[in-house]
């Protein structure tokens, strides 16, 4: 194990976090089986008081886990100097197994806490606990994911070892190689995917806004945000961080939080979590626009939602743009080697 | 009005110095009536009326206001309620020391967000009906005991409250100011309001004004009278 002091904090941040959300899931288990409003029997009323301090603490617990997503790239970009072949983040989460799975795991788990807390939210302005059985359902769901994390966290960071020799961005995420997800997305043409870009988001703009204004289609505007979240990150692969590096083959989707590229990847990350998490919760949430106590507000907490993840994704559009636009690379044919 | 149904308070829950403060107490009290809880010390009534008063929940049991259960609610919902439709009156006037009377009435009504002229009107107004109007630039600690209650029950009313709870009101207060506050009460009841006592004080549960008087003895209620 390395003692890096971005290592110790990012295995300190998984215990707390699943230690709270072991606690959590404890009482969120005894709210859904014993949860009735109605009922003013001492359990009920615990379990009421208990509600407080458990969404209290997640909040700050899910807080954590969406920084900690950023924690552990930059981590592993600050890691980067101690490993034989690596020249970014990429080399480093290919040091050992679990590198590249805890990433997958830490943005599923970004989402998913990010939607359990809009979940909060909505919980929170009704009068009678309305989503407070779905809140910590989807906690029981979570909490796996989260425990999962942190064991494949630990054994990333503790089976650790300086001087390994590891593969280079160049190399894993490279239209020459043929194997492997990042080679293949890569691969794609970058003409063509800049037009599946450019349409798609489009599309799920106008969805968007669409649903901000008429109030319809708020479930084609979740899954439309999920597929435009996984077809951005495929763009930033395939042609994005062309443009940014200058380098007609040079894919990485890791290099663009650098300092020499001014920290763009974390903007650009940023921008399209904000997007999914709000774009998602316009969809989880709205089943629950006709319960009484959420009748008065909902509606407009969910176009709120929608309209923040709409600008988020048009902000996403127009960096994106900008980069492309003013990078000295012109792409006038697809470059084959 | 305000319905409590199998009301229970236990204090220190599980511990060796766990205390019932209330057993089962189930209580209907009317809207526009002035209800006095009457008991020995220790027999619960503070507790009683704090949790009418939505400033503690009970252990179990619920308490409905309007009709409304106001047990379950979240603790925003519960401030509001409190806020708007209780006014509070102490045994002790608790008025903050350093500031003007003015200050101290027109306090409880800062988080409302009210234009602060009018509310200064208000307060002014109150202070005035209980003629004290001249003290309202004083600061506290130089009101008498009796001018320093008339000061806490402006600040009561300050948000214009359905519900007036006032606990042990005239423990501190002698026989002429004790009168003098029955008259208050006397005026709320006319203005509509419903007014909730505790007190072990004959001039208060004796008083003609008193609707109905509700015994209580080791947090239970022994008796009900109307």
Redesign the interface.
Known sequence: MILHPTVIANLLAAYIASAMVLYAVFYGAQIIRHWD?QN???L??VL??KT?LISTLLSYVFGLQLLSLFLYIFTADNLTPLFVGAMCAAGTLNVGSFGYPVLVLKIFNFIAAGLWLILNVAD?QG???PLIKKKYLLLAFVAPFILVETVLESAYFMSMEADVITSCCGSLFSSERSTGMGSEMASLSAKPMMWIFYSSMSGTLVCGLFFYFKNRGGYLYAVLSLLMFVVALISIVSFISLYIYELPTHHCPFCIIMEEYHYLGYLLYILLLGAVVSGLSVGALSPFRQVESLQAMLPAFIGKLALASVILFALFTVLVTYEIVSSSLVITYEVVY | MIELVNVKKVFNAGNPSEFSALNSVSLYIEGNQVTVLKGPSGSGKTTLLSIVGCMSRPSAGRVKLNGREITSLPERFLTDIRRKTFGFIFQQPNLIKGISVLDNVMLPAYPLGEKRSHLKMKAMKGLSELNIADKSASKVEWLSGGEAQRASIVRALINDPHIIIADEPTAHLDTKLSYRFMEIIEKFKSEGKTVIITSHDPLVYESAIVDSVVKLRDGQIEASST
């Open positions: 409003i003013g029997h001492e009920q009323l009421e008081r407080y929170n009068y009678d606990y």
